[in-house]
């Protein structure tokens, strides 16, 4: 606010100043010297130290504020209740691994609410596994780059539940625009019932046995996990509580069984230029692999 | 004298019609710093209006939300495309191409230091921007050739890896940019030795115009920061096909590294295309107040003040890439202090206007549009150099407007005006008044509709470089606004170049100095013959054209 208040004041001021002049002295063709130079003034040193040393005067101020800042949001101290979160960013998904709890999912960030009087904020330790991506969501903080070969950090603290959206914010490649951010602030109950469930196994169906067969002698198995079976693929987002989740395609679209169907028979029919392929199943199959899935609450 | 002239001397009543080949051969093999200055205009206005059409494609694309107008591909090369050669094949050429043909007039001198060179650097610069195009076409059937860059016009490691950019379109964006440097740094190098060693009798370092001034600066930053662009580029080519790893992060390779050397390149780049802007406010400000430009001296040493500040603030583009707390407030306060020779530049102009008598002309209009739209791109400037506010909007719509600001509503703007002001030098034939006011207040809205509410959506979070946003974000009405000011740009610029091919044919003669100006360029004939000067000038002041139209009140009197 106080640098919007600077550059606000001083707008008012130099534009008020340059429409004064534009007014006061435009040419006027039928004044009597209308033909006359103007009286020629070449200087004033006087004049130009004092808009040289009010303008320092001013970048002191705005610097010693901002450095200020600077230093109270990078260098906080990181209070003992922080949750700790691992982000990884992948083209064109998040990846979220919560190290103390033992879970691993994708695209839809559970943290707790944090109280300012007990404060549990969340610190995000950040990598990418291809291009640079970055991390912003607008209401929470500023954005930090996820750059592979580097760990940066970044801590959140909301203070309201709900979801808040965000996106990637580093041009990583084609789909950089559907590379969308979910946050979802808990209250410390819903967050610890959240946990626990992530953390049990995959549901087992006894009625979708056939879909989980396709599942697990296609290429699927290559790139996601589905824990607790043979699926162990790493590159793509962990489906192991898929159907928990709000969305599919990096918050691309909500998560429902059209969709879903839809996204499994051509990915680029929700996100163009995604490294996931076709897989080209029948429809029998593609079918019964959306019904599996979708069980996997 | 004329009778005297021996009969060979006379020029026939018809001269011979010329055949295209031999116009074509005069302008190819010319090592006349006019006609090369003419083609580097030439050249640029041409990527101009390519480079615009892609931004009219953008504009159509991010219009509404979920538009399928383009696909994310073909979006993405627009958005490098567009920048690359607005940076380099627009911007540096046009203003190279004015310095040219300007400065031995300016100076009194016959062309530049080294009139081989500026053929050489002209032509190699163009053969550049050629091959960048080419990539549009470049043999079809051949894997990952035939489709142009789409690593955004940085072009951050490790994306142009070859993992991540198997085909060529890279390759022929770091070619290209290589090219178009090594024209660039031939150009500077040979501003510089003109404008220290081919000034006329009595020219002193004092009495230089300001425009010379400052072209000098200009291309003294080009040497420093061309330069780490091309390692970078070699680097980058040694990554791709010999088997380093500079920016090769799959073996250990930094991506930080390719950014350090982006923006210790492209930070000042921004100087190098804004001083040029000054330098023409500076000719033509106090032209049309009437008035000679306050505080010499101060204007000098901004500029050179400029210079120096501008090398020590690259960083301010990577306050989001995790750096200590210590090197962003280090930038912070490099970032801010810029500012301060800037703003004793706006406030120097604004003294030049006070107290003299404004002549609204085209030209003048494009300058206090620049002044204002300066001002305003500088305060937003102020803004983001506040770490913690760029933290947010780094990488957003507002950056995207923000730098708009500068190089359109200060850089296009400025170059708008240099053209009004300078063609009929150029050509012998005025421009029309009319036909530029007109110019003038389309694109003045279609600016201010196109950037200033694109400072908005950026604000709300929507960031650069996408293709595509969803309905509920809430950017939708904002982004159609912004739209629409494309379109009014767009038929403002075509409205300028049905005004140059009029003027070229049918404007009126404008003589020696339509303008009732002040620097030698004005004391030869519209256009200037090969030679510029029959006699080469002899000077006593920074205005010798005052001094020879007020000899009683002459300028050599108060410096």
């Not at chain 1, 691992?86 to 990846?95: D, P």
């Not at chain 2, 440097?181 to 004092?206: E, K, Q, Y």
Request: hydrophobic residues 50%; neutral net charge.
């Amino acid at each position: 606010m106080l640098v919007l208040g600077i550059t606000s004041a001083i707008f008012l001021v130099v534009g008020g100043l340059l429409v004064y002049v534009l007014l006061r002295y435009r040419h006027r063709a039928n004044d009597v010297n209308a033909h006359q130079e103007p009286p020629q003034i070449y200087g004033s040193s006087q004049i130009e130290l004092s808009w040289t040393v009010i303008p320092i005067l001013i970048v002191v101020m705005l610097f010693l504020a901002t450095a200020r800042i600077i230093f109270a949001t990078e260098d906080a101290p990181k209070p003992a209740t922080a949750l700790d979160v691992t982000v990884i960013g992948h083209q064109f998904w998040w990846e979220y691994r919560y190290p103390k709890q033992g879970i691993v999912t994708a695209n839809e960030l559970h943290v707790p609410v944090s109280d300012p009087k007990h404060p549990t904020p969340t610190y995000l330790t950040m990598s990418s596994a291809d291009t640079n991506h970055s991390f912003w969501v607008p209401r929470l903080a500023g954005k930090v780059d996820v750059i592979p070969n580097r760990l940066n950090t970044l801590w959140i603290d909301p203070e309201a539940p709900g979801l808040y959206l965000g996106q990637c914010a580093q041009y990583c490649g084609t789909q950089h625009a559907l590379m969308l951010l979910r946050v979802y602030a808990d209250t410390p109950e819903q967050f610890a019932a959240w946990v626990a469930h992530q953390q049990q196994p995959a549901v087992e169906d006894p009625s979708v046995a056939e879909g989980r067969a396709v599942f697990q002698h296609t290429a699927c198995i290559s790139c996601h996990t589905v824990a607790g079976t043979v699926a162990t693929g790493t590159f793509g987002p962990d489906l192991t509580h898929l159907a928990s989740r709000d969305t599919i395609a990096s918050g691309a679209v909500p998560n429902t069984p059209a969709n879903l169907h839809a996204f499994i028979d051509n990915p680029a029919n929700f996100k163009p230029g995604c490294l996931m392929p076709a897989m080209h199943l029948n429809q029998h199959d593609l079918d019964a692999v959306t019904a599996y899935l979708s069980t996997l609450k | 004298m004329a009778t005297q002239a021996p009969a060979t001397a006379i020029i026939p009543q018809t001269a011979p019609r010329r055949l295209v080949l031999d116009v074509l051969h005069d302008w190819v093999t010319t090592v006349d710093h006019k006609k090369i200055g003419l083609m580097y205009i030439g050249y640029a206005l041409i990527f101009l209006l390519i480079a615009g059409f892609e931004a009219i494609l953008i504009r159509i694309q991010l219009a509404v939300p979920n538009n399928h107008f383009v696909s994310p591909q073909v979006f993405n090369q627009l958005f490098t495309m567009h920048g690359t050669t607005m940076v380099f094949f627009v911007g540096m050429p046009i203003l190279f191409g004015f310095g040219n043909y300007l400065i031995p007039l300016m100076i009194g001198a016959r062309d530049m230091a080294f009139p081989r060179l500026n053929a050489f650097s002209f032509w190699i610069s163009a053969f550049g921007g050629l091959l960048l195009y080419f990539s549009y076409l470049g043999g079809s059937g051949l894997y990952g050739a035939g489709s142009a860059p789409d690593v955004g016009w940085w072009a951050y490691a490790p994306l142009t890896a070859r993992v991540f950019s198997p085909g060529h379109s890279s390759d022929y964006w770091t070619i290209s940019i290589l090219l178009s440097g090594v024209g660039t740094i031939g150009t500077s190098l040979n501003i510089v030795a003109t404008a220290i060693c081919m000034r006329c009798r009595g020219m002193t370092l004092n009495r230089m115009p300001l425009l010379v001034w400052i072209y000098i600066v200009m291309s003294s930053l080009v040497f420093v920061t061309i330069s780490p662009l091309t390692a970078a580029q070699i680097m980058l080519m040694l990554d791709r096909y010999a088997g380093s790893h500079f920016f090769d992060t799959q073996a250990g390779g930094s991506a930080v590294l390719w950014m350090h050397f982006f923006w210790i390149f492209g930070h000042p780049e921004v100087y190098v295309l804004v001083l040029p802007a000054f330098a023409f406010a500076n000719e033509i400000i106090p032209v049309f107040s009437r008035k000679a430009i306050f505080g010499y001296p101060a204007m000098v040493a901004a500029s050179v003040g400029i210079g120096f500040i501008s090398l020590s603030v690259w960083a301010h583009h990577m306050f989001t890439i995790g750096m200590t707390s210590g090197a962003n407030t280090f930038f912070v306060l490099a970032t801010m202090a810029i500012s301060v020779p800037t703003g004793i530049k706006i406030f120097n102009w604004l003294a030049t206007l006070w107290g003299g008598k404004i002549h609204f002309t085209a030209s003048m209009m494009f300058a206090i549009a620049f002044l204002f739209q300066f001002m305003v791109a500088g305060l937003t400037g102020i803004m983001l150099a506040v770490a913690p506010f760029d933290w947010q909007l780094s990488g957003s719509y507002f950056i995207v407007a923000h730098f708009h600001y500068v190089l359109v509503g200060a850089i296009v703007f400025m170059i708008f005006s240099a053209f009004y002001y300078w063609v009929p030098k150029m050509t012998g034939r005025m421009l029309n008044e009319k036909l530029g006011k007109w110019h003038f207040w389309l694109f003045l809205i279609g600016f201010h509709l196109t950037f200033d509410f694109m400072h908005i959506p950026g604000v709300l979070g929507m960031p650069r470089r996408i293709y595509t946003y969803e309905a509920d974000r809430g950017w939708m009405l904002l982004n159609m606004i912004v739209s629409s000011g494309a379109f009014f740009q767009a038929v403002a610029t075509l409205l300028f170049v049905y005004n140059m091919v009029w003027s070229y044919f049918k404007g009126p003669v404008a003589g020696p100095d339509p303008w009732d100006a002040w620097t030698l360029e004005w004391s030869t004939p519209s256009p200037p013959p090969a030679y510029n000067f029959v006699v080469t000038p002899t000077v006593e002041s920074r205005r010798p054209l005052w001094d020879l139209k007020h000899p009683d009140d002459p300028d050599s009197h108060y410096e």
